[in-house]
């Protein structure tokens, strides 16, 4: 069975602090993709990233960069440089390379991160 | 573009009535999910589309839930007879094949 693991329930750190959430998954699938949503106070699902489970080059974009490591089943996200408006909970998901094309997320119990100006 | 579209954003109503939960996904998306958060359990996917046929149904609680998807631009998700342990946001989810899905602003169900 697939499993997602963020062990960091909640994060509080002062804005410019750089941050990491960290992610670790479960899956015998040898095909899969690992993903980033943001979920702000407004409740909206966002996604941000994802990733297939043949490329572990890591990502970077603006202040946000993903780190893959296989070999430690970790996906994890940083934030450099956090502002305020980074404040949201943050889930990982993870789904296998549906056979029809669909993508069933499985989701991790999600980060709160919460930037203090 | 417009996003998924969910509506009611928010609903009240009394145990035992029934609850309809609207959906309308991107234009041309061809999958279609809906999924459940509540502080219990977290995000969990409850049902799936594709071209409008439900596919997998394995994560509807019970048989008080049933989705429907009669044309490519609508979708709903009805509980009858509604519980207080229903009372989760609800969200809906769209996508194109082996792409990432583009989420609804969820409506916040809760059963008194």
């Known amino acids: 069975a697939q499993k997602v693991t963020q062990a960091q329930t909640e994060i509080s750190v002062v804005e410019k602090e750089d941050v990491t959430l960290d992610c670790v998954y479960e899956?015998?699938?040898?095909?899969?993709?690992l993903f980033w949503y943001k979920q702000p106070p407004s409740g909206e699902l966002v996604f941000l990233i994802r990733?297939?489970?043949?490329?572990?080059q890591n990502e970077i974009s603006g202040r946000y960069s993903w780190n893959f490591q296989k070999s430690t089943s970790s996906f994890n996200f940083t934030i450099t440089a956090s502002q305020v408006v980074d404040s949201a909970v943050y889930f990982c998901?993870?789904?296998?390379?549906?056979?029809?094309?669909?993508?069933?997320?499985?989701f991790g119990q999600g980060t709160r991160l919460t930037i203090n100006p | 573009d417009a996003g998924v579209i969910q509506s009611p954003r928010h609903e009240v109503t009394e145990m035992g009535q029934e609850v309809t939960l609207r959906c309308k996904p991107i234009?041309?998306?061809?999958?279609l999910f809906w999924y459940r958060q509540t502080m219990m359990r977290g995000l969990e996917l409850l049902i799936y589309?594709?071209?409008?046929?439900?596919?997998?149904d394995s994560g509807m609680p019970e048989d008080r839930f049933s989705a429907k998807m009669p044309n490519a631009s609508f979708s709903t998700l009805k509980i009858q007879p509604s519980e207080p342990r229903d009372s989760a946001v609800y969200f809906c989810?769209?996508?194109?094949?082996?792409?990432?899905?583009?989420f609804g602003d969820g409506t916040r169900l809760s059963i008194l």
């Open positions: 899956t015998r699938d040898t095909t899969y993709y």
């Open positions: 998901a993870l789904s296998e390379a549906g056979i029809q094309g669909a993508q069933k997320l499985v």
């Open positions: 234009s041309g998306h061809d999958y």
């Open positions: 989810a769209s996508s194109l094949w082996g792409q990432p899905q583009h």
């Open positions: 990733r297939n489970s043949f490329d572990e």
């Open positions: 589309f594709n071209n409008n046929v439900p596919i997998d």
